[in-house]
């Protein structure tokens, strides 16, 4: 079965980082691109923040963002700086098979249960 698994939210204060972790299982990570997404309390889930392909092309909707990959460990990570309270929302990530375009319509798979992350003095 496969199985994303989202870890490392918490409460940051104003300015702060936070690293997020998503731990895969169940599916050939070789053959899937890692995407995060975030759901701001109240809101609809975002579009795509970021992407890092298995060979490790990344894409990102802003600079704070850092997505990288861990591929004996079958995980991927999100480092997000500069944090402020608009940050604050549940972030999932989510797995899409790769056919070697960074960016394509192709939906995501498999999903996680996502993390929270509470921005706030």
């Known amino acids: 079965e496969a199985q994303l698994v989202e870890s490392g939210g918490g409460t940051v204060q104003p300015g702060g980082s936070l690293r997020l972790s998503c731990a895969a299982s169940?599916?050939?990570?070789?053959?899937?691109?890692i995407g995060w997404f975030r759901q701001a309390p109240g809101k609809e889930r975002s579009g795509l923040l970021c992407l890092i392909t298995p060979g490790g092309n990344t894409y990102r909707s802003e600079g704070r963002y850092t997505v990288s990959n861990d591929n004996a460990k079958n995980t991927v990570y999100l480092q997000i700086d500069n944090l402020q309270s608009d940050d604050t929302a549940v972030y999932y990530c989510a797995a899409r098979r790769y056919y070697g375009a960074v960016l394509t319509a192709d939906p995501f798979e498999f999903w996680g249960q996502g993390t929270r992350v509470t921005v706030s003095s």
């Open positions: 169940g599916f050939n990570f070789d053959n899937y691109a």
